[in-house]
């Protein structure tokens, strides 16, 4: 399977299309976008509440040219597992002949947290579907909480840089790993920074049978406290300094598909974002540099994953 | 030919959903409801129907998935009980916004805490306000026609809301009774192919299920909500009709037990309303004209029915298998509302009864009508709230 170059993926007809409400400089929409353009099959799409949803469907508008389905914020993931069921059972009786892909799309807040029941039980269950995360790694759309998927160190409004406590002082779940853990033959990571990179996963994803699970990092420039005009450098920020790697889990094998040119430290990324502004004065150095050490530690595992196997 | 047998209201529900033959099923264990889905499991298993389960992890992902696979386009059914239902609550009012005709067997138990597995309506209570039509069951014949009538009455193209069907807990769910079938082929008949409306499949024409919808529409969506509901008892009377044509049993939107005459009467929904009736039966033989009324369809609720059937009476005591702790009892507020419209109204009493599984007794219906007789001579009521068959 080839990637399509830019002008051919221009001339195809857009299925998340303009004129909705995202905030300018957003990095959710161009994944969706990318996503969706990944199979000539017809898509049936669910999505989980939050900015993607609220922003898209706003009654009696849509920006949605396939079949989409908004239930509420813990359940994509088993609302799409609703609707590839009545498709396996009305095919399997005769009543329908279409071959159709299913995708459900959630942030962090709806799979690393709230959602991560529904979806835990879709993939055991083995539907066939892709499950894609936009990670921006908080509740961007309630105004920036903390989710498990937030960053050490990070500001939120439920876990704000204080005089006494620096912000997050967890770790992120590492929700890729966790997914691989369930068997399912494909898990990625992916960037809108890479384009070719993510609509080759997807692609890729919609070829296998069963369940597959794509996360995505999408920078918001109003949580990460961020310019409008830099999601994609940081998005390029955030794979090469190895905060966000680029692999591929297929049928257990570790691939690393992006690996950068030379490993930038990962204050490279954080430098520009406001919320972790405070990791950049004398008395935080300790917890900017466990974050650094948190990154290399991630790293040098996968590195020795993708070797090992 | 009807087919009699001897069963538990599970097993009768089991094979009615058996007999309908739906698309796919959410399938979660919840004493008293999993025996329910276990013998529907089997009906999968063996090859008796063409549904496709999805053997979910919570109720929520279960009426999550039914949602999602109803709104695809297809007959959909689950069961539930208790905190099942109560975890479900969230997805209750989307399934009935989003008017998916999802049919339901509700087995009704009460709510934690404490924690207890037995039967009372604590439940189906708590789900009222959801948006779904509610029909309740006496026994398990009623149990098993009512599941069936369910599917015409949820799918009629006039109204496309989901329905639950509610049957008490054990009493009614784990007792072998004589019943009546149908045969297969007159219920497949009777409900009839699943007819789509909007199908989220239908790749050419894409629709997006679930907006958000701002003040400047919202209060109309919930008024067209309504509306619909104010179909609902037509519909129920006339599949009623027909089903009546079919199995010759006879069901209405209530149902009165020598009430026409009658100077007290008790309001009671569900399986105790048979103890009751045995209880009029003998303070009938006493010379004094007692009488009962069943409400079946809960939601929406036949206030105009309900008060007609009951305005000449001169007491009335509604038994509540449930609470609202700090409030009457659930049915004694609607029927409570229903009377005040009416010209003249009897006295009204409140009675809690059974709650968890409590034995509901005869003598307990005689503790109660012979209050009501007091109440009817003197006119005079004095608690109106009470608890009966409770440990003092």
């Not at chain 1, 990571?189 to 995505?216: C, Y």
């Not at chain 2, 008490?168 to 007159?186: A, N, P, T, V, W």
Request: contains cysteine; proline residues 5%; glycine residues 8%.
């Amino acid at each position: 399977m080839a990637t399509p170059t830019l002008k051919e993926l221009s001339k195809k007809e857009d299925r998340f299309t303009h004129g909705h409400r995202m905030c300018s400089g957003c990095g959710a929409p161009i994944v969706v976008k990318i996503a969706l353009m990944a199979t000539e099959y017809p898509v049936v799409v669910s999505n989980a509440t939050g900015c993607l949803e609220v922003s898209s469907c706003i009654s009696e508008f849509t920006a949605w040219n396939v079949p989409w389905i908004h239930t509420a914020f813990e359940n994509s993931a088993a609302t799409i597992s609703g609707v590839e069921t009545m498709y396996r059972s009305l095919k399997k009786q005769g009543k329908f002949d279409q071959e159709v892909k299913f995708i459900g799309f959630g942030g962090d807040g709806g799979t690393y947290d709230i959602g991560f029941q529904s979806l835990s039980g879709a993939m055991e269950r083995g539907h066939d579907m892709i499950y894609i995360c936009y990670d921006n790694g908080a509740y961007m759309n309630t105004g920036i909480q903390r989710s498990s998927a937030t960053p050490l160190g990070a500001d939120t409004t439920t876990c704000p840089a204080g005089s006494v406590i620096p912000g997050k002082l967890r770790n992120r779940k590492n929700l890729t790993k966790i997914m691989a853990a369930h068997d399912i033959p494909y898990v990625a990571q992916a960037s809108p920074s890479h384009w070719q990179d993510l609509f080759r996963k997807v692609q890729k994803a919609h070829e296998i049978k069963g369940p597959k699970f794509i996360n995505v990092i999408a920078p918001c420039n109003r949580g990460w406290r961020s310019k409008t005009n830099d999601a994609i450098q940081l998005a390029r920020l955030a794979v090469n300094t190895c905060y966000w790697p680029l692999y591929e889990i297929e049928n257990g094998v570790t691939k690393i598909t992006v690996t950068p040119k030379e490993k930038i430290p990962v204050a490279e990324f954080m430098k520009p974002q406001g919320r972790f502004k405070h990791l950049f004065s004398p008395e935080n150095e300790g917890l900017l540099q466990r974050v650094q050490d948190e990154v290399d530690k991630e790293w040098a595992k996968l590195l020795k994953e993708a070797k090992t196997d | 030919m009807a087919k009699v047998v001897a069963v538990t209201g599970n097993e009768a529900c089991a094979n009615a959903l058996r007999q309908v033959n739906p698309d796919v099923c959410g399938i979660y264990p919840i004493t008293p409801q999993t025996d329910m889905m276990q013998r529907f499991a089997s009906y999968i298993a063996d090859g008796k129907v063409d549904t496709e389960s999805i053997l979910v992890e919570s109720e929520h992902s279960s009426m999550s998935a039914c949602i999602g696979a109803s709104a695809a386009g297809g007959r959909v059914i689950t069961a539930t009980s208790s905190q099942g239902l109560a975890l479900m609550w969230e997805m209750l009012f989307i399934a009935a916004g989003d008017r998916l005709p999802i049919v339901m067997p509700v087995v009704n138990r009460a709510l934690s805490a404490p924690l207890n597995i037995h039967g009372d309506h604590s439940d189906a209570m708590g789900a009222r306000d959801s948006g779904w039509i509610q029909l309740w069951s006496e026994n398990g014949q009623e149990a098993y026609d009512n599941t069936i009538q369910a599917f015409r009455i949820a799918e009629h193209m006039d109204i496309r809301l989901p329905i639950m069907v509610c049957l008490d807990g054990f009493i009614i769910s784990h007792s072998i009774e004589r019943l009546e079938y149908l045969e297969d082929q007159e219920v497949k008949d009777f409900v009839g192919p699943f007819k789509n409306f909007l199908p989220l499949l239908d790749i050419a024409k894409p629709k997006s299920y679930g907006p958000l919808i701002l003040p400047d529409m919202y209060h109309e969506y919930k008024r067209a909500q309504h509306e619909v509901m104010t179909k609902v008892k037509d519909v129920v009377l006339d599949v009623a009709k027909d089903f009546e044509k079919l199995s010759g049993r006879k069901y209405g939107i209530l149902e009165s037990y020598r009430l026409e005459d009658a100077d007290i009467a008790i309001v009671i929904l569900n399986s105790a309303a048979g103890t009751t009736k045995d209880v009029v039966d003998q303070f009938r033989e006493k010379g004094i004209k007692a009488g009962l009324l069943k409400p079946r369809l809960f939601r929406p609720f036949p206030y105009t029915e309900i008060a007609d059937a009951l305005k000449h009476t001169k007491a009335v005591c509604v038994m509540d298998r449930a609470d609202s702790f700090g409030g009457y009892g659930p049915l004694f507020m609607e029927v409570s509302s229903a009377l005040y419209q009416a010209d003249k109204r009897p006295a009204m009493i409140n009675k809690i009864y059974g709650l968890g599984g409590r034995d509901y007794m005869p003598s307990h219906g005689a503790q109660v009508l012979t209050e009501l007789n007091e109440i009817a001579k003197s006119g005079k009521v004095n608690v109106i709230k009470e608890y009966i068959g409770v440990r003092e």
